[in-house]
């Protein structure tokens, strides 16, 4: 009812606005251009279809021909839990005639797919908007694509991925209709607005053209050389990251050192992101310092904030371990402040302003092909921290923009992963018994010594980790996450050469603004030019 409210009162503004103005509704697509912001909007092609044939008398053909001419569709995720489902029954208690224009359109579209292919039934019941379960699902994914004329996603990996994993029938079906949209982010909140100082200081040389045209950004190349910017460019840094100690100070009661090395994952909490396998790297240094008496090769600032939906337990329970690392860490006088861990509560945009110019290091360690693109990795970089990252989403593009050298790429790659699904290989026991280093973490984690008033609260996550159904193979990127992390570590004692290759970041991000990417939509999508571009237009 939710979604139905909101694609209602958006389709009734449109029409009524167009008609008002220009009249003749099968030329609705001539001068507006809907896009299916991911599949929770989806009943708008439905709705639209009601409106034209139901209230207009429109022909069919007619309407669903404008239809499709209006509508796109944006694919944001992979995640099979996130592409929406509905039980037919319950769409048709609430929308009856939905359900109905829903069927004919699908029964068109069926007769078009058995033309192409007679005979192939699996296609058939792999493409229908019906989905022949019990009870039957509609699946709105589908009803977007069948809808649309345009299908896109939002970094190259993932429309890869949406066109030859997640709907290879369609791609093949509709090639044409497939393009890549790589996210962007606004230069004026996430720079300008976040990180006046360092905006500044950007304007003082190169000039403010870079606020509306971030390419322009990349002037500051030859700065990373300078060592007076360096040292501007540090002192803000360091100035960032005093507010933020503040920050967490007024929030939790602790003290941070602004020298530490400041290591940041912000973001959703969800399995395939893998906060765990952050937690765990934590956990490693933490026992190798207090354990081995082997100290951090820089004091270390672990930083995490993140929302879980309320339902999600594991999620909740990874706030729970980590929350709980924070507390032993925190407070064992052995640690002698080398590290600290933070999670600060109810993360939200205006609390991401904060923290994202104080990092040093930004954490896009996703199990590859699972991130769709990812864009606070593209923030954290125009910032200027550098990405400890598995190469998913964007982190791929943000690689070929910065320079190998100036980012931290680790783990197993699509490909890899793909395989290792496909064989059924994938032993976290292999993984236990030959690496030291796991065995202690994992043991670490069912131990209870990160829970010692809730005993065994932590197994569900010791079994997830030790499941071969591990969806998100936490073990096998361990120790690669652990030899980047030391690698990480090591640099940043260099403290001149660590900040020219964080200005490199800055200077190299220019792509990743979102005024390219609804560039590229309104182009290549919506056919429409800006109007100051237009002739007579000042
Ligand atoms: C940018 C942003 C996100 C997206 O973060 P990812 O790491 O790309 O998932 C989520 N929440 C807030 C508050 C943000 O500012």
Not at 109 to 121: A, I, M, N, Q, S
Not at 435 to 452: H, K, L, M, T, Y
Not at 479 to 504: G, K, M, N, Q
């Amino acid at each position: 009812m939710q979604e139905y409210f909101f694609v209602a009162c958006a389709l009734r503004d449109i029409v009524g606005r167009f008609r008002r103005r220009s009249g003749y509704l099968a030329d609705l697509s001539e001068a507006v251009s809907i896009q299916l912001n991911d599949t929770h909007p989806a009943l708008a092609v439905a709705e639209l279809m009601r409106i034209f044939v139901d209230e207009e008398g429109m022909p069919w053909k007619a309407a669903w021909s404008t239809t499709q001419r209006t509508f796109a569709y944006t694919n944001h995720t992979l995640m099979p839990e996130a592409l929406e489902k509905w039980p037919r029954p319950l769409v048709a208690s609430v929308l009856p005639r939905h359900v109905e224009l829903i069927e004919q359109i699908n029964d068109q579209f069926l007769k078009e797919v058995t033309r192409r292919w007679p005979g192939d039934v699996d296609r058939m019941r792999r493409m229908s908007i019906v989905e022949e379960s019990w009870p039957q699902q509609l699946r709105m994914a589908h009803l977007a694509m069948v809808g649309s004329h345009s299908i896109n996603g939002v970094a190259q990996l993932h429309t890869d991925l949406v066109k030859h994993q997640l709907v290879p029938d369609f791609h093949e079906m509709w090639p044409e209709r497939f393009s890549n949209k790589t996210n962007g982010i606004t230069p004026r909140r996430w720079l300008l607005l976040a990180n006046p100082d360092l905006a500044a200081l950007i304007t003082s040389r190169i000039g403010s053209g870079w606020i509306t045209d971030l390419e322009q950004i990349r002037a500051l190349e030859p700065f990373a050389d300078d060592p007076e910017f360096r040292s501007a460019f540090r002192a803000i840094k360091r100035s960032n990251k005093e507010r933020l100690a503040r920050l967490v100070h007024d929030l939790t009661g602790l003290g941070l050192d602004p020298l530490a090395l400041f290591d940041v994952q912000v973001k959703r909490i969800h399995e395939y992101k893998r906060q765990l396998l952050a937690a765990m790297h934590v956990i490693h240094e933490y026992l190798e310092l207090i354990e081995e008496g082997k100290p951090p090769d820089t004091p270390h600032v672990y930083l995490f904030a993140g929302k879980a939906p309320p339902d999600y337990l594991m999620a909740k329970l990874i706030i729970k371990l980590i929350n709980g690392v924070a507390h032993a860490v925190n407070s064992d006088p052995a640690v002698n402040g080398l590290l600290r861990v933070v999670f600060l509560p109810d993360y939200r945009v205006s609390q991401a302003e904060r923290i994202i110019p104080a990092a040093d290091l930004s954490e896009q360690i996703s199990t590859a092909g699972k991130e769709a693109s990812g864009t606070s990795n593209m923030k954290f970089a125009l910032n200027g921290a550098l990405t400890i990252g598995t190469l998913d989403g964007a982190n791929v593009e943000i690689r070929e923009a910065v320079g190998a050298e100036n980012i931290y790429i680790f783990g197993l790659r699509v490909e890899e992963v793909t395989q290792l699904r496909k064989s059924g290989a994938y032993d976290p026991w292999a993984y236990y018994h030959r690496s030291e280093n796991v065995r202690r973490v994992v043991d670490a984690i069912v131990s209870d010594r990160f829970c010692p008033g809730e005993p065994g609260i932590f197994r569900p996550i010791w079994q997830r980790l030790m499941e071969h159904g591990d969806e998100y193979f936490h073990l096998a990127d361990f120790e690669s996450y652990e030899a980047t992390h030391a690698r990480a570590s090591l640099d940043f004692v260099d403290p001149e050469a660590w900040a020219r290759r964080a200005i490199l970041n800055v200077a190299r991000v220019g792509r990743f603004s979102s005024d390219r990417a609804i560039r590229e939509y309104a182009r290549e999508i919506w056919k429409i030019s800006p109007v100051l571009d237009r002739p007579g237009n000042l």
